[in-house]
């Protein structure tokens, strides 16, 4: 007994001495909140931080405020900002080993560091002295740590300094998350066209029949079901999908919209931006305002930042208010190529060339380095699906005009149509940009380079070996699609524009548009609007989009089945819970997977169709739910999926199937709440690595109210990452808040500051609080 005793007492104390020399090594890379610090500043500068974290800065000009956000960013998200430009770079595996090689070998195709490097040397000389202000007080910042962030640490590894260049690797980034198909999509189309009779295929992919709310009002009209029999090939399922997973909404997304000064009180507009990205700890935004001098003028621009760059990003300059969507739009095309007999040439306008090669090395922590060797083609990267044919991929993210520091100039933008003249020159993924002025104007544009494009399909590859098909350029400013309105607009990553002008930016795997729906009915049923109002519309979880699904599931549910298969209790759900997503709702929840399961068995064959050529069927640019809602008014035997001899025998199959697989889950119908599947999994990146105290570095796995084709979209790890409401003039009645808080570092007070607040709906302040910490940075010398 005494020698158990004396065992437990020395791993116990074993235990205590890791935990205190963690948390030493933790409290030593901690960022400085208060005091003085002698910097390479040129001006003496202040960093205030409120109770949350929120930092504002005050300094004698842009560069000195650009020089200590840097400074912030670093200190509270050095390694957030590491992982993004390694990311573009297709560099992780220096970090993380050989687990990442894959994906450091998919990136460098892109070739996005060299892109990096020709966008710095482009930027003008005022750009380029800011963006060293930045890289400067990113690397002071680090430095300024008694030890590196604590991942390093933990992955034994040491942070490398901040290059300008870095800055750009990060916009690139997201043009990974925005654009992420990179011709996925348009190789999922062309065997899907190339498999199906046309009719088929065009009924098949085609836009929503009800859920259009385009702002200039244009409709696309449905396309009827062909007469002709289904196709036999989706008839007949020769072999199972691996994966039958369907694209059903757009998950890279956000909503925006915006009222006119005519219904606000104060005459200022307002707009809402709550931008949907993946959640994670920290997460993709860092409050602040930033204030400074300019020829004897005071600017204040507040609102969020993203680190390892030095605009803010969405927000307000006191005289507009902008925020971003993305556009959903096609920004790349897939070129079939024709190969010569010995497979090292390709044709060409100009004749037959050889490919382009490229040597790159990837270094990886732990082993030998890797050598990758690129094949390019004038147009682009050579890519290949499965062991399909090669083709090359054409994206915008390759010219010299995809970034840019362009943004910077909302801070100077005086009102709208300021605003709406130097969007088409902001070098960025294309997005639905919303602003709103202090007169009451409101106005939508794309911001982004729009190619002009001379294709017979945008959606499907085509060979441009004649010359007939190609890219010619980029359309001019006054070219771009921009649309303003009296009242009310909004976007939601679902088609804004119909005729010439969707002709030219095409369609890129829009959103269903119900979210969109459900924007412009909240909007319209408004006689006047405050920014709690708007707040109201973003929190909004009405399963609007789901009801006519309900009335289906009821409509199955008739007494006989409900008696023969002991589903009273289900039928009660489904009948009284169901109309949101709420976190108690059990209804909710089962007309969702009923959904889902139907879909899933009806195109089943379709995806394994797909998957038998390297295709998958998320990868579709429509979602199937409008040919699905045909097919059940219709109800023609010959379109049922293999296996099927009735469509009652089909519903109840979905009813059946996804009620076994909630109870294999959840125990039980009563348990399976719309809570309970949706938990929030907001988790730093390292936390799998670390045993015991892994979780700590986590948010709470709590439940969460909000799905897709709602407002409130929100899943697990995905969903609103920022919820910002303001009318420029009117800041201090504005909301903004975040899904984690300001700090990457556990041990910060700011690490999970705004999370209770995010979580529970709690509005919190567009402008920062009252000062509780301040740091000087003062000049040497």
């Known amino acids: 007994m005494n020698w158990w005793k004396w065992t437990l007492s020395i791993l116990i104390g074993l235990l205590t001495v890791i935990v205190v020399l963690m948390y030493t090594l933790l409290r030593l890379s901690l960022p400085a909140y208060e005091g003085e610090k002698t910097s390479n500043i040129s001006n003496t500068t202040r960093l205030e931080r409120d109770a949350l974290g929120y930092l504002s800065i005050h300094a004698a000009n842009r560069d000195d405020a650009a020089f200590a956000l840097g400074f912030a960013h670093a200190q509270e998200r050095f390694f957030q900002m590491d992982i993004l430009r390694r990311n573009a770079a297709g560099e992780l595996s220096a970090l993380f080993g050989e687990r990442a090689l894959n994906t450091d070998q998919a990136q460098r195709r892109h070739r996005f560091r060299f892109r990096a490097e020709r966008a710095l040397a482009l930027l003008n000389p005022s750009e380029q002295h800011l963006l060293s202000a930045y890289t400067k007080g990113v690397n002071e910042g680090l430095t300024s740590l008694t030890l590196p962030p604590f991942e390093y640490t933990l992955l034994q590894q040491s942070p490398e300094p901040w290059q300008p260049s870095d800055s750009f690797l990060v916009i690139y980034s997201m043009y990974i998350d925005l654009q992420s198909k990179v011709g996925r999509d348009d190789y999922a189309m062309t065997v899907l066209k190339q498999s199906l009779p046309a009719p088929w295929y065009d009924f098949l992919q085609q836009h929503s029949d009800i859920w259009q709310a385009a702002l200039d009002g244009s409709v696309i009209a449905p396309v009827p079901m062909p007469t002709s029999a289904y196709p036999e090939l989706l ?416 519903l109840l199959a979905a009813v059946l199937q996804s009620k076994t697989e909630l109870e294999q889950k959840y125990g039980s119908i009563a348990q399976s709440n719309w809570g309970q599947v949706n938990q929030a999994n907001i988790r730093h990146p390292l936390a799998s690595a670390i045993p015991l105290l892994g979780d700590w570095l986590n948010m709470p796995q709590t439940p969460m109210k909000g799905d897709r084709h709602m407002p409130r979209v929100q899943l697990p790890g995905f969903g609103q990452s920022e919820r910002m409401v303001v009318a420029p003039g009117q800041e201090h009645k504005g909301i903004l808040t975040i899904p984690a808080g300001q700090s990457g570092h556990p041990l910060s007070p700011f690490y999970r500051a705004d999370h209770h607040y995010w979580l529970n709906e709690v509005a919190l302040p567009f402008l920062p609080g009252e000062k509780k910490y301040q740091l000087l940075l003062t000049p040497q010398g």
């Open 235 to 650: 008839q007949t399922q020769k072999t199972a999908c691996n994966d039958c997973s369907l694209m059903d909404s757009a998950d890279i997304g956000s909503n925006n919209f915006a009222v006119a000064g005519t219904l606000t009180e104060h005459g200022s507009a307002i707009l809402a931006d709550d931008m949907h990205l993946g959640i994670r700890v920290p997460g993709t935004w860092y409050k602040a305002q930033l204030n400074w001098r300019e020829n004897g003028n005071l600017h204040t621009v507040s609102g969020v930042t993203l680190p390892g760059t030095p605009a803010v990003v969405a927000g307000s300059n006191g005289h507009i208010a902008w925020g971003f969507t993305n556009s959903t739009a096609d920004w790349h095309d897939l070129i079939t190529l024709t190969l010569s007999d010995d497979g090292k040439r390709y044709l060409t306008p100009e004749g037959w060339q050889p490919f382009i090669y490229h040597y790159e090395t990837i270094k990886v922590a732990g082993q030998p380095d890797e050598t990758l060797e690129l094949t390019e083609t004038q147009w682009g990267p050579v890519v290949r699906f499965g062991d399909n044919h090669l083709f090359a991929l054409r994206w915008v993210a390759y010219d010299a005009i995809a970034v840019n520091l362009s943004l910077l100039q909302f801070e100077y933008s005086r009102n709208v149509a300021d605003a709406l003249r130097l969007a088409p020159h902001i070098g960025a993924p294309a997005q639905n940009l919303l602003v709103a002025d202090s007169h009451g104007q409101i106005g939508w544009s794309l911001i982004g380079p729009i190619p002009k494009r001379q294709l017979s399909d945008f959606d499907t590859a085509q060979d441009w070996s004649t010359g007939e098909q190609r890219w010619l350029g980029y359309y001019d400013a006054e070219q771009q699609p921009q649309y303003s309105a009296l009242d009310r607009l909004w976007t939601a990553n679902a088609r804004m524009i119909g005729g010439d002008a969707y002709n030219i930016i095409g369609n890129g795997g829009y959103d269903l548009g119900a979210r969109g729906w459900q924007i412009k009915q909240g909007l319209e049923a408004l006689p006047q609007a405050n920014e709690q109002d708007l707040h109201h519309i973003q929190l909004d979880n009405r399963a609007l989009m789901l009801q006519r699904w309900q009335q289906l599931l009821l409509n199955v549910l008739d007494h006989d089945t409900v008696t023969e298969h002991q589903l009273q209790s289900y039928r009660q759900f489904v009948q009284t819970n169901s109309n949101n997503a709420s976190v108690d709702a059990v209804g909710y929840t089962l007309v969702r997977a009923f959904r889902q399961q139907l879909l899933t068995l009806q195109f089943a064959s379709l995806s394994a169709l797909l998957e038998q050529q390297g295709a998958r069927s998320q990868d579709l640019k429509f979602s199937l739910e409008t040919p699905m809602w045909q097919m059940l008014q219709q109800q023609r035997t010959d379109t049922l999926p293999y296996g099927y001899a009735s469509w009652k025998e089909l």
